[in-house]
């Protein structure tokens, strides 16, 4: 009996311990901190360029960073349309894979339509791949502007592509760390962009994270902040907004005579620029006689303010 007791107290710590597989599992997940700052600046500059091509209402939320398989980014997003991009920094290609149904209906916007499908397919017209290319060059900017502070990313953009298999970095099984960003507002609500950054790489460039800005104290004078801050709310800012645009061939513009008409499309909310910068969208009215615009939206800044 003193025995069998004195194997069973022996057995119940080796019960309690992590077993090697979790051990594993814990070891193997890495947390990147400068991805969660890119992210941010990655879904600001995604939301602008989304609203610029048609959308001026939507906003795009960012989750946080995960890791997982190849094989598994690959199967989240099916349907997608992706891009891989060469990036000489990261020693290996940076892969973004977009709803496919984003994709083709920004394509249907851009070129006067609502954004209505008739069918899903699997292959690009030869006017779908080029906006697709487009947008995956725009993208690349923005990342690497995203990237500025903490590493200089120069994303060439590779392939573009409905079948994801072209794009295997490596051995399906590797891992990669993924953002997500989900775009809220029509006709684009829920659908989703993938960015993936192979692991392999991003433990090379983990030194990066370690810059950190120092904290300067505000020694500034509250009296000369506040003068400053009266002077900059009398200056005058140039408003300015456009009703219509039209792009028309070049052969048919060389052909244009007096008495020709050009068709125009206004959208049902124009945007309002100050100084260049969007600043909001409203729709096209009178008052007192005059055209206006009622504003309907006014775009927020960095962190929602």
């Not at 193997?28 to 600046?41: G, I, R, S, Y």
């Not at 697709?132 to 590779?158: I, N």
Request: net charge negative; charged share 20%.
């Amino acid at each position: 009996m003193t025995s069998a007791r004195g194997k069973a107290a022996k057995a119940a710590p080796q019960s309690d311990a992590p077993s090697p597989l979790l051990l594993r599992q814990k070891e193997a997940t890495h947390h990147f901190p400068a991805l969660d700052a890119t992210a941010n600046q990655f879904s600001r500059s995604l939301r602008d360029l989304i609203r610029a091509l048609g959308a001026p209402t939507i906003q795009v939320e960012r989750s946080n960073s995960v890791q997982m398989s190849f094989t598994e980014w690959l199967g989240g997003i099916s349907p997608a349309i992706y891009w891989r991009f060469h990036v000489p920094a990261l020693k290996g290609p940076l892969l973004i894979a977009g709803s496919r149904k984003l994709v083709l209906q920004l394509v249907d916007i851009f070129y006067g339509g609502k954004g209505t499908l008739v069918g899903d397919r699997e292959e690009l017209t030869d006017a779908e791949e080029r906006f697709a290319a487009r947008l995956g060059r725009d993208m690349a900017l923005q990342l690497a502007s995203a990237w500025r502070d903490k590493l200089h990313l120069e994303p060439v953009l590779d392939i573009v592509s409905m079948d994801g298999g072209k794009l295997t970095p490596a051995r399906g099984g590797d891992d990669v760390v993924v953002q997500q960003f989900t775009i809220k507002g029509a006709p684009f609500d829920g659908l989703s962009i993938l960015c993936a950054y192979p692991l392999a790489a991003m433990r090379g460039i983990a030194a990066a994270e370690l810059i950190v800005e120092p904290d300067v104290p505000d020694h500034h004078d509250p009296i000369w902040k506040s003068t400053l801050h009266k002077a900059v709310q009398n200056v005058h800012l140039p408003v300015r907004s456009v009703l219509a645009r039209s792009d028309i061939p070049l052969v048919k513009l060389m052909a244009l005579e007096v008495g020709d008409i050009i068709p125009l499309t206004i959208p049902r909310y124009v945007p309002v620029t100050v100084s260049g910068l969007r600043f909001a969208s409203g729709t096209i009215g009178e008052s007192n006689g005059n055209a206006a615009i009622m504003i309907e939206h006014i775009e927020e800044g960095p962190d929602h303010e």
